[in-house]
């Protein structure tokens, strides 16, 4: 089966010892494509240099909710420069986080506001991180105000995407209403290892709802480890398993899978289009 991991952070310090051999897993398991995204200045560096010299790996820069209080001038005219670099393919990951709260509310906004802000001048998706406490969903009531106030729905995002999706909604977390409103508004939505988790029973609804073009699935690698993956650290070639809950939800069987995996390579082409070749 062909597949992709859309958000892999094989940029991250566990992967340092053993990356070739974590990716050499991957391409064993099928995964053809990895976005790699940062989560601050220097794991945005760090992703530039993994998908050096490695054309099958995307990176993606930016700044996540949890780092929104750190970063300063300097670094986000760092992360500004490398967004125009052509092996980024996207910005992120952002987001808003109102369970953990490891940077005040206020910063998140913020920060979030400006990593939308450099998607749409560059035309690169936002990788959109959003939680909230277990069954509450302020965060995804915010985050939708905030791309609407952004021009996410509107003109500012057609002038800079086309119809291509501005922003994907990553490791899928949150109310039903919200999944719809978030198509309707013609973003991606990616599933990882979080669907099989007590208390994110809507995912199971959400993945048939999703139009295949749109449809991704994802790791968060070392993150979010489905059932069968080691706890201590999730890898790129386990999105396998999160694929094949996919397609279960969405009523396709085994003879199907091939191609539903086609689709997968399809939809992330389309999500993040390169110039470079692969
Ligand atoms: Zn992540």
């Known amino acids: ?18 990356l070739d051999l974590v990716l050499g897993d991957a391409r064993r398991a099928g995964v053809e494509r990895i ?7 220097r794991s945005s560096e760090r992703a530039l240099d993994v998908v050096a010299d ?15 209080a750190k970063i300063d001038e300097a670094g986000w005219s760092m992360i500004e420069a490398w967004a125009r670099d052509e092996r980024v393919v996207a910005i992120g990951e952002t987001g808003l986080d109102s369970d953990r709260m490891f940077s005040p509310w206020d910063a998140q906004l913020e920060n979030l506001r400006r990593n939308l802000a450099l998607s749409l001048a560059t035309g690169k998706p936002a990788i959109l991180h959003c939680r909230s406490r277990a069954g509450e969903r302020d965060a995804q009531d915010a985050l939708v105000a905030e791309l609407r106030a952004a021009g996410f729905d509107g003109e500012a995002a057609r002038a800079a995407f086309g119809n291509r999706p501005p922003a994907v ?30 208390g994110e029973e809507t995912s199971s609804e959400v993945a048939s709802l999703v139009p295949p073009e749109r449809l991704l699935v994802e790791t968060d690698a070392p993150f979010l480890s489905p059932p069968g993956a080691p706890r201590g650290r999730n890898a790129p070639e386990f999105v396998t398993i ?21 689709g997968l390579v399809a939809a992330y082409d389309a999500t993040f289009p390169r110039s470079l070749p692969r």
């Open 1 to 18: 089966m062909r597949l992709i991991d859309s958000h892999g952070h094989v940029n991250a310090d566990r992967f340092d010892d053993d």
């Open 35 to 41: 976005l790699v995204p940062g989560w601050n200045v």
């Open 54 to 68: 490695r054309p099958w790996l995307d990176a993606a820069v930016g700044n996540h909710p949890h780092d929104a």
């Open 169 to 198: 909604i990553h490791s899928f977390s949150g109310p039903v209403d919200y999944a719809e409103t978030v198509i309707a508004m013609g973003l991606a939505v990616s599933f990882s290892g979080l669907v099989f988790r007590r």
């Open 242 to 262: 999160t694929a094949r809950w996919a397609a279960d939800r969405r009523g396709i069987g085994e003879d199907a899978l091939e191609a539903f995996g086609v």
